[in-house]
């Protein structure tokens, strides 16, 4: 038997598809554990380019219908020539799912169009010609070892006024009878739903979530995200299994940068996709991080071991005391004393050492303007008295920063119609002219140390989700690819001020990581809420800080969250005296969250995984640097390999997860040693609530 042709298989007229046999994957892997005549198996092409598959990578023909199967390290595809159809199953043969390899841009199509596919070297792709032969679509599968990816490019008049569908031939998507439920990493949809999707066509905690939805199969599950930023706001699964993604149709037409580059040969460029493959969704988050990481698109910009030490210290933000006492927004009560007084308070009741201050929304004359307000912060010259008296007290500093609007004086409404008709003085415009200049010098005033500037250590993003609906020149960024544009000049701009500067925001796509500093989970009203926001970013950002937020933690969730995000990220305190709703926090417990909170530096620069029961650990390399227990009451840090610190915030008696804790001694604040029981998982003892234990392993120090 020889090598099929490359010549391209003609599936005959655009709707008469022929579905291939079910299963044809299992039966292959059956047949090929059975003795064949050498025949029968075909030596890999020299112009195979994996460079991570199996050594032996090998091509089989089905004799039953011509499929061409490809195993790969941890799954097999069979593309059906005929139809353009990809099955994917596991290199024993059973099947996640199937798609075709097409696209449909909605458009009526001419007479006499016909689908071609076929493999080219290592790759599988699959065209739709008219009758004359020229192309109106394709779209090219490149497999590598864990994940595969496919990107598709269309004539812009075969696109409708819709959404486009990808792995979609216009007649069906993705194969949902072999799906039973997905998983969205978007916090605005419930995470396990029939038709998941992601966005930011409205006000969002991820501004934007991560471009990535999964489908349960009987294997595991499969996922599906975009490796390019989009010119887009959402991605969904549609209703017949084709990936929708609302590029607008006014750019692709003009043929502007949709996210993957001009057109090229007449085709209009999509972003590419990139399937993968895992046991479970935060698997799967964590597949499609490193799938994005050979290609630069997952790297961030301040990595475990390059940020600076103060950037884990506890964030306290003045925000919650500002609504639990009326002084918020431009309240005649919010001023320079007002935020003295704050600090001095939390510090007095809560006991931490260094921390930085954010001051939280508004300390300027007007939303978006960079010039502090004269009366309530006394200008420049006010606000910069006010960051030199807390730098000189140890803090550090970040400014609250309202991204999109420009010098209004009151806050506007987040909608649709304000995005869209909002004067252009009014918006932040990324694509304008003189943007790239406005914000060099905004980012100075803020984050400089010369005359008339603030001297401020960083600034805390907000309204990341108000893009603009209507911008200057659409084709330099448009949706997530305008945001990113606004986020890369705003992040290099305030490191060229200051080196160390800190640029927290709420941007949780992986490809955001190379232009913000931290992820903040945002407002959250619960701690199962946070708890899922801050795994999505573990799994999906691994390398990315995570400020935990704080804001609307009640007396329920206020302690498992305070203990869970020293452990994940940098805990974010936003009350002195009382909550959101009122409520006084009692001395006592504000002593224990500070004794808490002062643990944060001490865990180093690592990693967070989220545990069974709600636990969090830390890790930097093989080594638990935190980890939280007794359900997120309790916390143990480790400074360096033989010395540590635990804090019980329930107290009574509790058993610290040392796993073996032999010749390791436990010492209460006034050095004396505790008596413990040694158990396999490490010392059952009695502690008091809020009180610091040290933890010695003999021979060390501390």
Known sequence: ????????????????????????????????????????????????????????????????????????????????????????????????????????????????????????????????????????????????????????????????????????????????????????????????????????????????????????????????????????????LAADGGIAVDYPLALALAGDDLGAGLPEGGLVRFPEFVVTLAADPLGGL????????????????????????????????????????????????????????????????????????????????????????????????????????????????????????????????????????APAEQVVDPTAAGFDEATAATMSTLLGSGPGELGADGVKLDWGYDIPLTLADPSLGWGATALYRYLAVLHADAHAVRPEALVDASAAAPQFASVTDAVRLYDAWSLADWNRRAAVVSAVDPDTLIDGDGWQATAADLVAHTVSSTVYGTPAMYFATRLADGRPIPPALAEELGAVVALSPDKGQGTARSLTGGDWEYVDGSTVRARSFAGGTGLLVWRNAGCGAAVSTGGGRVALPLGAARGLTVRDAAGKAVKATHLPTGLNLTMVAGQRYTLQRAGSSC
Not at 181 to 200: C, E, K, M, N, S
Not at 202 to 216: H, K, V
């Open 286 to 421: 964590r597949a499609y991080h490193d799938a994005l990481s050979p290609r630069g698109e997952s790297a961030a910009a301040s990595p475990p071991g390059s940020r600076p030490g103060w950037w884990s210290q506890a964030m306290v933000d003045t925000w919650g005391e500002q609504v639990a006492t009326r002084a918020a927004r431009s309240s005649p009560l919010y001023t320079a004393g007002w935020v003295r007084d704050f600090v001095a308070e939390w510090k007095r009741r809560f006991g931490a050492g260094p921390i930085t201050v954010v001051i939280d929304s508004r300390w300027q004359a007007q939303i978006g303007s960079a010039e502090p307000d004269p009366v309530r912060f006394g200008g420049v010259a006010g606000m910069r008295d006010l960051i030199d008296a807390l730098h000189a007290q140890g803090d550090r500093v970040l400014l609250w920063w309202p991204m999109w609007a420009r010098n209004i004086p009151r806050v506007p409404p987040a909608t649709a119609v304000f995005r869209r008709t």
């Open 1 to 236: 038997m020889g090598v099929r042709s490359s010549r391209w298989r003609v599936r005959g007229p655009v709707g008469a598809v022929r579905r291939r046999p079910r299963r044809v994957l299992l039966l292959l892997a059956v047949a090929a554990a059975l003795p064949v005549p050498v025949a029968a198996h075909l030596a890999p092409l020299p112009t195979l380019r994996h460079s991570d598959s199996l050594a032996a990578a090998d091509l089989r023909l089905s004799g039953e219908d011509g499929a061409l199967i490809l195993t790969e390290r941890s799954y097999r595809l069979a593309l059906d020539p005929h139809t353009g159809h990809v099955t994917v199953a596991t290199r024993d043969g059973t099947e996640y799912t199937g798609f075709p390899l097409a696209m449909s841009g909605g458009a009526p199509l001419p007479k006499g169009v016909h689908r071609v596919s076929r493999r080219s070297g290592g790759t599988l792709e699959s065209r739709l010609l008219d009758a004359g032969g020229r192309v109106l679509q394709e779209a090219t599968l490149q497999p590598s070892g864990d994940s595969f990816t496919v990107r598709f490019a269309a004539l812009p008049q075969t696109l409708g006024p819709g959404a486009m569908r990808f792995f979609d031939d216009g007649a069906a998507g993705i194969e949902l009878t072999e799906t039973s439920g997905g998983f969205t990493p978007d916090p605005t949809l419930p995470q396990l739903t029939a038709h998941p999707a992601v966005g930011i066509a409205g006000r969002t905690p991820f501004a934007p979530p991560p471009f990535q939805i999964q489908l349960r199969t009987a294997p595991g599950w499969f996922g599906v995200g975009l490796v390019d930023v989009p010119a887009a706001t959402t991605m969904r």
